[in-house]
């Protein structure tokens, strides 16, 4: 079936360095995706999203990119901080679906 | 207050007895959604609603039943519950670009 996934379950960045965390999905037709955070004890927040048609979108300290040809996608942390640490989860979605699929999430810890 | 609400925030409960989650949006989206979540899991979907009339099956619906009592408002029962129903509940809402905002979350314990 198709499935989005992470690279690594862990991560572990050092403070004021940049963080990237990766994702590759099998579902060719997926023409959304969003990058969320989940703090312990918390929901998902949502990060950043980017529709297939672009390849890279930033936000404040973060940034997407999109590889449509190895269906991989990445989130870039700038000045990974304190409180950056958290469980971060990719999803896809096709068009006009609403249904996300998740990914197992990579969880990031910041050492000081 | 929270756009997505979900009572109870955590419940312990028996095997075999009947259990309702429930959630309450104030986002006025149509579409809802129950996730469940388990370690070193993704979340996967339960059930999902995109109005009040529209009622669907998820990846992992055999156990649940879910009614959406209006646009707010979409519970999430489990029948008879057992123990590898021990999970994270999430309720999400999405918009119309397909962004989803998620609730705090129901710890569910089945002893």
């Known amino acids: 079936g198709e499935s989005v996934g992470l690279h690594l379950p862990t991560l572990s960045v050092q403070e004021g360095d940049n963080s990237i965390i990766n994702c590759a999905y099998s579902n060719s037709a997926s023409d959304y995706f969003i990058w969320y955070k989940q703090e312990s004890g918390k929901g998902p927040q949502f990060i950043i999203d980017?529709?297939?048609?672009?390849d890279k979108r930033q936000g404040q300290r973060v940034t997407v990119l999109l590889n449509k040809t190895v269906k991989h996608l990445s989130l870039q942390i700038a000045a990974t901080q304190p409180g950056d640490s958290a469980v971060y989860f990719c999803a896809e979605n096709l068009l006009n679906d609403y249904k996300l699929s998740f990914g197992a999430g990579t969880t990031v810890t910041v050492r000081a | 207050d929270a756009d997505v609400t979900q009572t109870p925030r955590n419940r312990i409960t028996k095997t075999g007895k009947r259990i309702m989650l429930e959630c309450s949006q104030t986002?006025?989206?149509?579409?809802m959604y129950w996730y469940r979540q388990d370690p070193g899991l993704g979340l996967r979907l339960i059930y999902y609603s995109f109005d009040v009339k529209d009622i669907n099956k998820g990846e992992i619906s055999d156990g649940y039943s879910v009614s959406r009592q209006a646009q707010a408002k979409f519970s999430l029962s489990l029948e008879s519950a057992i123990p590898n129903q021990t999970a994270l509940y999430f309720c999400?809402?999405?918009?119309?670009?397909?962004?989803?905002?998620f609730g705090q979350g129901t710890r569910l314990t089945v002893v």
């Open positions: 999400a809402t999405s918009d119309q670009g397909g962004r989803a905002f």
């Open positions: 986002k006025g989206h149509d579409r």
């Open positions: 980017i529709r297939s048609n672009m």
